[in-house]
Nanobody, 118 residues
């Protein structure tokens, strides 16, 4: 499985961006897709996940601002980010989780930079 993330960029605080993660290939053991981010000097953290049945989960820091969704016909997962804050600045990665939620992804995209200016 290969994941291709896109959609990052530079935006002012309060603005919006939509990230996309296109998947190619298949693995029947994948149970969820997720977005993760890593800011400079910090560990990679979970942003949001969506299961194969559409259940979603968000980090507290992004709840009510970010929305994860998927378009199965296109094998694509999206992350709509609204009301962006400077602390959202990070490299954003999409990942595919196998077997059960809570595990780290077994497949990773290449990352896309999101920079929010104040």
């Amino acid at each position: 499985v290969q994941l291709q993330a896109s959609g990052g960029g530079l935006v002012q605080a309060g603005g919006s961006l939509r990230l996309s993660c296109a998947a190619s290939g298949s693995d029947v053991r994948i149970v969820a897709m997720g977005w993760y981010r890593q800011a400079p000097g910090k560990q990679r953290e979970l942003v949001a996940t969506i299961t194969n049945t559409g259940s979603t989960n968000y980090a507290d820091s992004v709840k009510a601002r970010f929305t994860i969704s998927r378009e199965n016909a296109k094998n694509t997962v999206y992350l709509q980010m609204n009301s962006l804050k400077p602390e959202d600045t990070a490299v954003y990665y999409c990942g595919a989780v196998r077997y059960r939620l809570g595990r780290l992804p077994d497949y990773w995209g290449q990352g896309t930079q999101v920079t929010v200016s104040s």
